[in-house]
């Protein structure tokens, strides 16, 4: 016999057997009496045994129908429960998300947006693993990077989570006391820079500056050599030389005049952080939302 109709059937009693009426229990299930009634004769006959006892006014289980009540109930009651649950997947959005990040990317634009985002939807858990390098996200099965604009390969889809970025060159106040300011990145040469070391190969960061669309890349020397942005910026506050560092990282530190800025006019605006993913890839309705929750809006 076909399954689904053993299943149909036994439902069909069930819900008989709960209201104790054919007359309630059809309009339960919108059916008309006459057919659930059938329904049940049904699947009495197949079993063998009477599981309900009908009269004209009442109608009550036998010891049969009683006994598959109390198992058939709770089983139908868990099928029910679960079929509700995953439902509620439509309303309310769930599932683990696991993004490649920039430490700076994570500190200034993905924790502020989660921090609001995740209140929203306690079912959703982020996954954020901090790494510089350019990390292969199909293959190191992560559901999305953030990298700036220009790090994403062209082959996959990348949504705009912050504003453009500047660099600055900057140093204390007391190393310009002691040195002229530089007025053209070629000065630099002749000043005592403070070099980053980049995680992502190891080598040393070429400080790029454009100006009137005429690019130029210097290479700098000192006696300081960091691995990271805010190191770089304690060595600048310091004293031990000029830096170059994210604009947003510096602005407060100029404000407090611990820093002096420099070579602004060689220091334009360029594409800042991107989330991106796999243009195959089928988006989640959490993936979604963190998607819209990230979007850069002015």
């Known amino acids: 016999m076909n399954k689904t109709r053993q299943l149909n059937d036994l439902l069909a009693f069930l819900v008989v057997a709960r209201e104790l009426s054919f007359t309630r229990a059809a309009a339960k299930l919108g059916v008309s009496q006459s057919a659930l009634s059938h329904t049940v004769k049904g699947l009495e ?103 700036l604009g ?66 130029l890349n210097v290479r700098v020397e000192g006696q300081i050599t960091c691995n990271g942005a805010n190191a770089v910026l304690a060595a600048a506050e310091s004293g031990l030389g000029i830096a170059y560092a994210p604009d947003d990282m510096v602005q407060r530190r100029i404000a407090d005049k611990k820093l002096v800025r420099v070579l602004g006019d060689w220091c334009p605006a360029f594409p800042g952080y991107h989330l991106y993913y796999p243009s195959k890839r089928q988006s989640s309705p959490a993936f979604s939302l963190l998607i819209e929750a990230l979007r850069y809006r002015k």
Not at 114 to 119: G, P
Not at 181 to 190: F, S
């Open 150 to 215: 220009e790090q994403v390969e062209k082959d996959m889809i990348a949504i705009k989570i912050g504003p453009e970025l500047r660099m600055a060159a900057v140093a204390s106040p007391g190393y310009f006391a002691a040195h002229p300011k530089p007025k053209t990145p070629q000065d630099l040469t002749q000043h005592n820079c403070i070099n980053l070391r980049l995680q992502t190969l190891g080598g040393l960061y070429t400080w790029e500056f454009e100006k009137n669309g005429r690019p």
């Open 45 to 147: 006959e197949r079993l063998g045994l009477r599981l309900l006892t009908r009269t004209t006014r009442s109608v009550s289980t036998t010891e049969a129908g009683q006994r598959l009540l109390r198992q058939l109930g709770p089983r139908f009651d868990e099928i029910e429960a679960e079929l509700a649950s995953i439902s509620e997947l439509r309303d309310k959005p769930a599932g683990n998300i696991r993004i490649t990040t920039s430490l700076y990317a994570a500190e200034t634009i993905l924790m502020p947006a989660l921090a609001k985002f995740l209140l929203d939807y306690p079912d959703i858990h982020v996954e954020a693993v901090i790494d510089s390098a350019l990390t292969d996200i199909v293959a190191q099965r992560y559901d999305a990077g953030i990298r």
